[in-house]
C-alpha cells in the first residue's frame, strides 16, 4: 500500500505525556475524518500502550518513548509506540487478560486487552533489557 503520510515523535515517559500522545495520534488522523468512535478507539490503544511504557516500560524511572505513525491508501493507519525499557520477557504470557507485572499497583493487566478490543490488529515485538515495540493497525472508514 502506498504511503499517504506519515509522522514520527519522541518525548520523555512522563505521565503527563500520556495525553499529548493520544492527542498528537488523534490530530494525525483527522484528514481521514474518523467518526467519533474510530477515534476514541484509536485514542485509547495509544493511551493504553503509552501508559505500558511509563509503567511496566521503564518502571516509572526517565526514558523517552517513540511514537511513529502511517497512513496508507485507503485509510489504513498504523501507529508504533516503542520504549528502551525492561522489555517483556514473555509477550504471549504478558497479553493474557489480568496479568500484570505491577501487582502491588492497581494495575488490572488489561492493557493488552483493551488495545486488541479497540483495534484490527495489535502486534508486540520486545526482548528483555532491549524494550518494546507494540504496533497497532486500525482501518478507519473510508466514505469515497
Partial sequence: ????????????SKSCNEAFARSAV???????????GELSDLKTAV???VTNCI???????????YISGKITAGGKVTVKIRDRGC??????QAM????????????AGLGFAVMQSFCDKVRVKSAP????????EKQISDDD
Fill in 129 to 136: 533489557d532491549k524494550g518494546t515495540t507494540v504496533t497497532l
Fill in 1 to 12: 500500500m502506498k504511503t499517504v503520510n506519515e509522522m514520527k515523535l519522541s518525548f520523555p
Fill in 47 to 49: 493511551s493504553e500502550a
Fill in 26 to 36: 488523534a490530530a494525525f488522523i483527522m484528514n481521514l475524518d474518523p467518526t467519533v
Fill in 55 to 65: 509503567v511496566h516500560g521503564y518502571r516509572r524511572q526517565s526514558g523517552t518513548i
Fill in 96 to 107: 493474557q487478560p489480568l496479568f500484570t507485572t505491577a501487582a502491588d499497583e492497581e494495575r
Fill in 87 to 92: 522489555g517483556i520477557a514473555d509477550v504471549a
